[in-house]
């Protein structure tokens, strides 16, 4: 039946001017991975691993967490999954794990919380190791602001990994890279870039720390704008970054489905564009009428533009269309 029937595969989009960019699916949860390849993704830019803590009776325990992203992996059929390390805190309280704060957006979240939850995060690292077995396996950490703790997440995935090789339990090879969501992230992007195997932009996160506006406070949602020459300024040096030592960079946030800043996300260089299944058609389709060359020319432009609103006006003026 229709409903059942696989739609064409959409691993990535072209250009009109034969530019590729990869798409991939956000998802959280091993259901949502199927219905993700059904709808045609190739591969997972984001597992909000919340989701499986938050499904859970209490803490998930290794078992129940490996099928979660084993299921993923399994469905994804040989496509890349790459799973977010839990990352909770912030607008995701999960207690008791988390407490309340005064400011919980710049409070305990992310890997502030798993480091100081060593076996949180051990178990976590050694279920995504498990699932490595079974297909691509990228491993990525949310909410860095430096390299420090990225290399006290990598100590603990050498640690578990060295246990599950004594232990001859199954495991895979995975690549360990790290969200981009901080300012610091951001300046510190060619340090972090030498350490990390990719990075992936949250620009949920970046918009609202770059501006200082609650994601969750409809008074400052103005601010939220990711038209923000900041943000796409931000993003730029990103990516050079990224691209000087090597590495990929994905964007995950909202902004990624957003057919009004694809084309400048595209411009900035992004390799790779994650969002719901269901929008990547959609996506597939604004792309492919796209001017690569176009998109850099506007992007660069954008970059340094007065405002949001300036940055609109060139779009306008200047649609990143063939010529
Ligand atoms: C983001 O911050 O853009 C992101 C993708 O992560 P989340 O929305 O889960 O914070
Ligand atoms: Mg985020």
Known sequence: DRESAAAEPLPHATTADGHRVRLSANIGSADEAVRAHRAGARSVGLFRTEFVFLAADGLPDEQEQFAAYAGAVQALDGGRTTIRLLDVGGDKPLPPLTSTEANPMLGHRGVRLLLDAPDVLRTQLRAALRAAAHGEVWICVPMISGIAELAAVRGHLDEVRAELAADEV?????????????????LAASALAREADFFSVGTNDLLQYLVAADRDNGRVTHLLDPHTPALLHAIGLVVAAAHAHGITVSVCG???????????????????LSMTAARLPDAARAIGALSAAEARIVAGQAAHADDADAVRALLESAPPTPQ
């Open 170 to 186: 199954a495991h895979g090879p995975v690549r360990l890279g790290v969200m981009i969501e901080t300012p610091a992230a951001v």
């Open 254 to 272: 909202e902004a990624a489905s957003d057919p009004a800043i694809q084309p400048l996300l595209l411009g900035l260089g992004v390799d790779e």
